[in-house]
């Protein structure tokens, strides 16, 4: 039996240009949505910084050992740093700060309710408004929007 050959289905010729992205960024800004996560994240990276810097002020207190001092303090720099990378990464549609903007307000939502239980209602309460809000918005529609664009348009880097 004589197989016939078919001719290919799609011309390499005629293929069909790339689909163009949806929505075109205009000039690369943010959406509002995305600049509140961003602000958010800056806040928390300031507080965690500016717990860095009371930390170093109270170095020879003595409620901690000097080596644990130390290592809060290191601790502290460190993350205030990387949330502060994640802030400027969720601004320029990095795909990646999504995961770690949501464990950041994770943690920000359960340290409230720790913070409610030692008698701080106060700053408990701001930190759930923060990081619940940052944490609402950070999966709306714009903030997807944002960082899906991001990731369909070529690299210029």
Not at 136 to 155: I, Q
């Amino acid at each position: 039996m004589a197989q016939s050959r078919r001719p290919d289905p799609v011309d390499p010729r005629e293929a069909p240009a790339a689909p163009a992205p949806e929505g075109p960024r205009t000039g690369g800004r943010a959406p509002v949505a995305a600049l509140v996560v961003a602000a958010a994240l800056a806040l928390q990276a300031a507080a965690l910084l500016w717990l860095a810097g009371d930390a170093i002020a109270h170095l020879g207190d003595g409620v901690l050992p000097a080596g644990a001092r130390v290592m809060l303090i290191v601790i502290y720099v460190l993350l205030g740093l990387w949330v502060l990378v994640t802030s400027v990464a969720l601004l320029r549609g990095r795909a990646w700060s999504r995961g770690a903007a949501t464990a950041v307000q994770l943690f920000g939502v359960l340290l409230s309710s720790w913070l409610f239980s030692v008698g701080e209602p106060v700053v408990g309460g701001v930190l759930l408004a923060v990081s619940g809000i940052a944490l609402v918005t950070l999966f709306s529609r714009p903030v997807t929007a944002h960082l899906s664009s991001a990731a369909r348009e070529p690299s210029a880097e």
